[in-house]
């Protein structure tokens, strides 16, 4: 499936126009973590971003990083894995896209609540308390197995970050929302539904 890498890149550019736009449509910042915070490891993932996509660009077939573990052949992704992975960014965007229009205009960035935050509990939000994180991982995992096995080490990037940014937001929500939030965190999961 050649075509496999263009379809995995039109759907990431695809997830990020779509969310810069919907951007503009969102309520007021509130309060956020104070930007010193989490800059450095922003950076990071960006600056992984960039390394990787090189690293995928200039290995060709088959990812220079990891020829030690064998032949480097036996890495690559065949017609199968590329549809299998993607369906699997198909899903993911799809798992974050039914997130992102239930959480409507109290989406914000990373770490930040909304003026006027409410307590969004349905939707993919009745399974897992952050299934945009949810959604992306599972892209990125797509990507991983359509690609190459390169992108498993920005999934594990952001998977760092996306649990660092989930503990935040939930010690955030608990206090904007003291009464209900500590039940609807005992009724579902952090990020993968049923499991975590």
Not at 1 to 16: D, H, K, S
Not at 151 to 179: G, H, I, N
Request: net charge positive; glycine share 8%.
């Amino acid at each position: 499936m050649r075509t496999a890498p263009a379809i995995v890149g039109l759907l990431w550019a695809a997830f990020v126009l779509t969310w810069v736009v919907l951007a503009q449509f969102n309520k007021k910042a509130n309060r956020s973590v104070h930007w010193r915070t989490t800059w450095g490891l922003r950076l990071a993932l960006i600056v992984a971003v960039f390394v990787i996509a090189r690293l995928q660009r200039d290995a060709g077939p088959a990812p220079r990083l990891i020829t030690f573990i064998g032949h480097p052949q036996a890495l690559h992704p065949g017609a199968l894995a590329q549809s299998l992975g993607v369906g699997l960014c198909l899903a993911g965007f799809g798992f974050a896209f039914w997130a992102r229009w239930h959480l409507g205009r109290n989406w914000g960035m990373p770490m930040s609540l909304r003026q006027g935050h409410e307590l969004v509990t349905s939707g993919p939000y009745a399974y897992v308390r952050h299934p945009i994180y949810t959604g992306i991982m599972l892209a990125m995992i797509g990507s991983a197995v359509a690609l190459g096995f390169l992108w498993l080490a920005l999934f594990a990037l952001y998977f760092v970050f996306f649990l660092f940014s989930a503990r935040t937001e939930e010690k955030m929500m608990l206090a904007q929302f003291p009464d209900t939030y500590p039940a609807y965190r005992r009724r579902t999961k952090m990020l993968i539904p049923f499991v975590f």
